[in-house]
């Protein structure tokens, strides 16, 4: 099993910018793909971005193109999530996902294990 931590939300002014990282420990983490979801207040948990487990091979929801980056060490058992140009609507609790494929993570069904999640606000 993997156990997965979540840290570096916070208070953001509309235009900045916060990074995420997610310290994964337990199994094997470089077999792992991983995924950033968030849940903003009433809303459902959806996919933000993922990555596989060499980093090849990246996905990013459309809403955050050119503004977040997706990045892993699999040295350092960490995946990140570099947010720039947030806006209010990005605000949300941001969660860490890890499933056997990145692939298989963008549907939700193949998340093997999920973060506690960490709350971004976005002030406007």
């Known amino acids: 099993q993997v156990l997965l931590v979540e840290s570096g939300g916070g208070l953001v002014q509309a235009g900045g910018s916060l990074r995420l990282s997610c310290a994964a420990s337990?199994?094997?983490?470089?077999?792992?793909?991983m995924g950033w979801f968030r849940q903003g207040p009433g809303k459902e948990r959806d996919v933000v971005a993922t990555?596989?487990?060499?980093?090849?091979?990246?996905f990013y929801v459309d809403s955050v193109k050119g503004r977040f980056t997706i990045s892993r060490d699999n040295a350092k058992n960490t995946v990140y999530l570099q947010m720039n140009s947030l806006k209010p609507e990005d605000t949300a609790v941001y969660y860490c996902?890890?499933?056997?494929?990145?692939?298989?993570?963008?549907?939700?069904?193949?998340?093997?294990?999920w973060g506690k999640g960490t709350l971004v606000t976005v002030s406007s």
């Open positions: 990555i596989s487990w060499n980093g090849a091979s990246i």
């Open positions: 337990g199994r094997t983490f470089s077999r792992f793909g």
């Open positions: 996902a890890a499933g056997d494929t990145a692939q298989a993570i963008i549907s939700k069904r193949g998340v093997a294990a």
